[in-house]
């Protein structure tokens, strides 16, 4: 499977120049011919939280028409970071995966809500699982801080999944702790990771990207260049997976009774 990042800066609290960005970023990933592109986390908005009455795709409307037609018009797969939705008078930091037909494969809110950057005050946080198929593989995606939470990870994976996908806007300040994690969770699920983080500044945080694709062992296998927008791409030998599980089968030897 051909993978392509698109490590990108984000214009805080200014959706229109977001939109056309991304669409702009997304003709050039399909020159790469790869079967998914992968955005970073809330694009549309940034973290102008407290504006996102104004600011929000309202029914997740524009996002869908652009991505589903995207999808279909290149017949490529997306998982499209997240933006910030509204919806029934709430607000969501939301992930749609669209496949190469354009239809809707997957709809994630993100569950773990960061209180560092506000989100438990003007976001709803997600109470569903994800997962879907991507050309017959099995997969699901996380948000940024959902990746602090390894017994979260873990019950996506358990269900088989064979790439696990992070979207998020990660500051640099904790930069090294986005790599360890990204490779604890490769590791531990015995999956590939493909982690798009954003480029660029809000009024808070400094982004450096620093983008991964970790393969099953945790070693790193892509690694976008820092503080660079662009689009970044990699093959993944996903027959690493079972190989890897077959040689030491976690998910087999667990012991769930007893974890509380």
Known sequence: MRVSLIQMAVSFGRPQENFARVLQLLNQAVQEEPDVIVLPEMWNTGYALSDLAQLSDKEGQKTQELLSQFAREHKVALVAGSVAVQEAGQFFNRTYVYGKDGQLLS????????????????????????????????????????????????????????????????????????EILLKARAVENQTFVVAVNRVGDDPDNHFNGHSLIINPLGQVILQASDDQEGIFTADLDLTQVDQTRGHIPVFDDRKPELYH
């Not at 997600?126 to 997969?139: D, R, T, Y």
């Not at 873990?154 to 064979?162: E, F, I, P, S, V």
């Open 107 to 178: 709809s994630y809110d993100k569950v773990h809500l960061f209180g560092l950057m506000a989100e438990d005050q003007y976001l709803t946080a997600g109470q569903q699982e994800s997962h879907f198929e991507l050309a017959g593989v099995k997969a699901s995606n996380v948000i940024c801080y959902d990746i602090r939470f390894p017994e979260w990870l873990r019950t996506l994976m358990a269900d088989g999944a064979q790439i696990l996908f992070v979207v998020a806007e990660w500051p640099q300040d904790r930069m090294e702790q986005w």
